[in-house]
């Protein structure tokens, strides 16, 4: 009686697995086959294969979307924010696990509670005091995100730190290190799971993100959010030009997770196992 009660709870898991699943795929099989259909098909019937396969929407899409220059700005500004935010919220994490003073705390707590501040807040003068200073472009939105995914990045380092010991740091200076050397050298090498983490965090919000280049940049350097956006004001009642450039905008995200995705699995769990370390050690 229990093994057949059992089976059925089982067997009703399957059931809303699969479902859930393909509730979740339904957009993307809707996105993909109506980007292969003319827009007098797609008006016929949104759910049916195409009678043939339109590869002129994907040309024309491309074209119109100057996918190239705006995956290029995606990725440069994309990589420069991530590169920045590992370098100072590593450093910064550090310094504030390392130093167990009443100032270290206040700044790290300041740090902590700058993420319950939500953007819209400080968007108004945030981009008049960037505009004062001459720097809403690309330079200015990577410093922005800087800004913006530092508190985070910085609380998961400061949590990594507390796993690590500080014997190694008193070896390391007693063999002759400065800090520079015993951080960058012996420290920040132990920190790459969290540092895969944070990268991933931080990638996943500032590759989408639409809000804050549509007030710094111009459509000449728009990322790919961004130029979706003018793209489908281009293209309101053309679903097939539309749907074919929001296929285009997805390819880069599917190729970089399908070339990174054992990184990206094993920095993750890496990255949990060490804070289960460190709660560990703190009980």
Known sequence: MKKNKEKRNLFSIEILGIALGLL???????????AFKTKREI??????????????????AFIDLEFLKSLFNSVLITGLSI???ILFSSMAGYALARNKSKLSGIIFFTFVAAMLIPFQSVMIPLVSIF????????????FMYLGFGCSLSIFLYHGAMTG???TMDEAAIIDGANRFQLFWYIIFPLLKPISVTVGILNTIWIWNDYLLPSLVLSEANATIPLKMFYF??????????????????IIPVIIGYFF????????VSEGLSSRLKANMIKE
């Open 260 to 267: 990174a995705q054992k990184q990206i699995i094993k920095g």
């Open 24 to 34: 979740w795929i339904a957009p993307f099989y809707l996105m993909i086959v109506n």
């Open 232 to 249: 489908f004001g281009q293209y309101t009642k053309q679903w097939h030009l539309a749907l074919a450039g929001l296929t285009i905008a």
């Open 164 to 166: 690590v010991s500080k």
């Open 43 to 60: 008006f016929e019937g949104v759910l049916g294969i195409p009678d043939s396969l339109a590869l002129e929407n994907f040309v024309q």
């Open 83 to 85: 590169a920045v935010i």
């Open 131 to 142: 505009g004062q200073a001459n720097m809403l472009n690309a330079g200015g939105l990577v």
